[in-house]
């Protein structure tokens, strides 16, 4: 055997198995490494997209909370105003009630001594008579001495 010949009959089937692994093999290796590598950058760019987003949402959470808690206290302080109005307006009415009921009660206590002067009147003017009848021991005519009694009770 030739060692020229055989290192060129090794030459030509390294060559045929050259074409044959370019042709055959290493396309479908390669498109499995490209889409593999392709996955592999979808994924990753959409971890980046997923964190950007998660980052965008949680900082639009924090302002919803932020919103919440401004809205929370705006709403506790008027609720608290709102209170104080009722108070006040309470107090109020019930000042306005008390001042009515105790001009009531004085006007009702103002006739009621009113009334009883009167009465005290007519019972002094009765008393005068009855006394005036005792010392003439004789009767006194009321109707006749009308005039007389009125001006006593006037003066009384």
Do not use: C
């Amino acid at each position: 055997m030739n060692l020229n010949l055989s290192m060129w009959y090794q030459a030509g089937v390294f060559f045929i198995l050259a074409l044959v692994t370019a042709k055959f093999i290493w396309p479908p290796v390669i498109g499995a490494i490209d889409e593999r590598m392709k996955k592999i950058a979808d994924g990753l760019a959409a971890a980046d997209r997923g964190r950007a987003e998660m980052q965008a949402a949680e900082k639009r959470v924090q302002a919803e909370l932020a919103g919440a808690r401004d809205e929370g206290q705006k709403r506790i302080v008027d609720a608290e105003k709102r209170a104080q109005l009722i108070i006040e307006e309470a107090k109020n009415t019930a000042s306005a009630e008390a001042a009515r009921i105790l001009a009531a009660a004085k006007a009702e206590a103002d006739n009621q001594v009113t009334k009883a002067r009167e009465e005290l009147r007519d019972q002094v003017a009765t008393l005068a008579v009855k006394g005036a009848e005792q010392i003439l021991k004789r009767e006194v005519n009321a109707s006749a001495h009308a005039d007389l009694l009125n001006q006593l009770k006037i003066e009384l």
